[in-house]
Each structure stands twice: as C-alpha cells, then as structure tokens.
C-alpha cells in the first residue's frame, strides 16, 4: 500500500494591518489561495485583521486546512478566529510562537510591522545559532523588505553578523516564486 503523504504545514508571519498598499492585500490572498492549491496547512495568527486576516479568509475559502495560534488577550483585538480546522489559545506571545513554529515545515513572512519582524528574527536567530533547518522565505511583495535585507548586509559589512546569516532565509518576488521554492524545499 502506498504511504500517506504527511501534511506539510506553512507558518505565515504578517502584519495585523493591511498597509497602505493594496498589492500587499492581493499578494496575502494568493498566498492563501496558493497553499490550498498545493494542499498544504496554513499555519498562522489566528487573527481576523489585517494581511493576516486576508490570507486566512482567503486560504479557508479554496479549502486548506488552517491552524491558529493565539494568546487570551488578544482574542479581541485580533478577533481570534472560531472557524478554524484548529484553534489553539496560549497564555502568552511566547507560547504562541513556539506552538507555530513546532506544528510548521516552513516559514513565509509578507510584509508586516514590528510583530512580524520580531517572528522573523527569532527564526532567523534560532536558525543561525542551529536550532532549527526550516526553510523561511521572505515575500518581497513590492520590494516591501529591501531595506530589511539591506540591514542585514549592513550588519554583515560592519562585523556584527556571519555572512552565512543570509543563507538562512530566501527573498522571493512573489507568490508563484514562493510555491516554486517551496515545492522544491518541502518535497
Ligand atoms: P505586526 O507585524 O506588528 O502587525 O504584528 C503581526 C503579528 O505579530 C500580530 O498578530 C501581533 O500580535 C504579533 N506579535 C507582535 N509582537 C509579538 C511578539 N513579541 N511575539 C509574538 N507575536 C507578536
């Protein structure tokens, strides 16, 4: 009898706003779209609200699984989302993190704000200093995280970070470039 294929499950880090820019809003919604498609497991906030809220809407809709992590107090704020496959509810940020990261093959950032940055550097850092081998993709939707990467080349050319800190991650222009890589890296 052939093997089950084990779920592979994509942990989306994003801004709890939508931006300014409504390519952002188009390219979350693909990127929901994109892991149905490829019958993957959204991993993610839990929230209801911002770019966060349109990848999970979108996501849900063409039928993947979703699995949402959030902590009690920002159940409100967030407006934790009931209808998931899974919900699960943390004590804190920290927790909330970890149970994404642990029940994830691979880690995606759109673009976001200071919650997102602090996901995507606790991978990174987790991943430098040998914690972990998932793969975490930047979605440079727009261009959107040039300046982040160009601090992290400043950061190297200053000396305060091993040049191999960029082999850790991978930018990629868009949602089809994601899947691509994503295919490649989970298979
Ligand atoms: P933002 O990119 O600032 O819109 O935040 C994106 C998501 O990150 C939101 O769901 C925030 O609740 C979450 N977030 C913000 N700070 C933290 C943190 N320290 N640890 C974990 N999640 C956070």
């Known amino acids: 009898m052939p093997m089950a294929r084990a779920l592979r499950s994509i942990c989306v880090f994003c801004g709890a706003r939508p931006g300014l820019n409504p390519a952002h809003v188009t390219v979350a919604r693909a990127l ?16 209801d609200v911002g770019l966060m809220g349109e990848v999970a809407r979108a996501a849900q809709t063409a039928g993947a699984p979703t699995f949402g992590v959030i902590p009690t107090h920002l159940m409100g704020a967030e407006r934790g989302k009931h209808d998931l496959s899974q919900l699960v509810i943390t004590e804190d940020m920290h927790e909330r993190k970890k149970v994404m990261f642990i029940n994830s093959d691979a880690i995606v950032v759109l673009p976001g704000g200071a919650g997102s940055l602090d996901e995507f550097f606790e991978v990174l850092t987790w991943a430098q200093i040998g914690l972990h081998r998932k793969p975490i993709y930047l979605l440079n939707s727009e261009g959107y995280w040039n300046p982040l990467i160009a601090l992290l080349d400043h950061i190297v050319a200053e000396g305060f970070a091993d040049p191999s800190v960029k082999g850790f991650f991978t930018a990629v222009p868009d949602v089809p470039a994601l899947t691509n890589a994503l295919r490649t890296a989970l298979s």
């Open 32 to 47: 929901g779209t994109a892991i149905a498609a490829e019958g993957w497991r959204l991993v993610f906030g839990a929230g």
